[in-house]
């Protein structure tokens, strides 16, 4: 079992900068991939970003290449994305999701644990 929880969602300006936090515990937590998602009202969910925990090799979804980055500190257990330049089509609640076998998918039916979410809202 593993447990996730997001923190760090607020109200930013467009252009803004804006750290989630993604605290991870549980047995094996060292054990699972994180994978970063958003989704916004009436939307289906959106990959981010993804992460190896043990590795620290990251690869992101093109609209968010270039601007965001996930990164780790294992003293915490925690995973961050940072997210620069924001646009308002970046307003979504965000989660971070773990994955057994550290396939890199995309798709959020390969994860088997979730967080509760942060909201980011993004300003005009």
């Known amino acids: 079992q593993v447990q996730l929880v997001e923190s760090g969602g607020g109200l930013v300006q467009a252009g803004g900068s804006l750290r989630l936090s993604c605290a991870v515990s549980?047995?094996?937590?060292?054990?699972?991939?994180v994978g970063w998602f958003r989704q916004a009202p009436g939307k289906q969910r959106e990959f981010v970003g993804h992460?190896?925990?043990?590795?620290?090799?990251?690869y992101y979804a093109a609209s968010v290449q270039g601007r965001f980055t996930i990164s780790r500190d294992n003293i915490k257990n925690t995973v961050y994305l940072q997210m620069n330049d924001l646009k308002l089509e970046d307003t979504a609640v965000y989660y971070c999701?773990?994955?057994?076998?550290?396939?890199?998918?995309?798709?959020?039916?390969?994860?088997?644990?979730w967080g509760q979410g942060t909201r980011v809202t993004v300003s005009s």
């Open positions: 999701a773990a994955e057994l076998y550290n396939s890199g998918s995309r798709l959020p039916g390969d994860y088997n644990f």
């Open positions: 992460i190896d925990w043990t590795g620290g090799s990251t």
């Open positions: 549980g047995r094996a937590y060292s054990s699972y991939a």
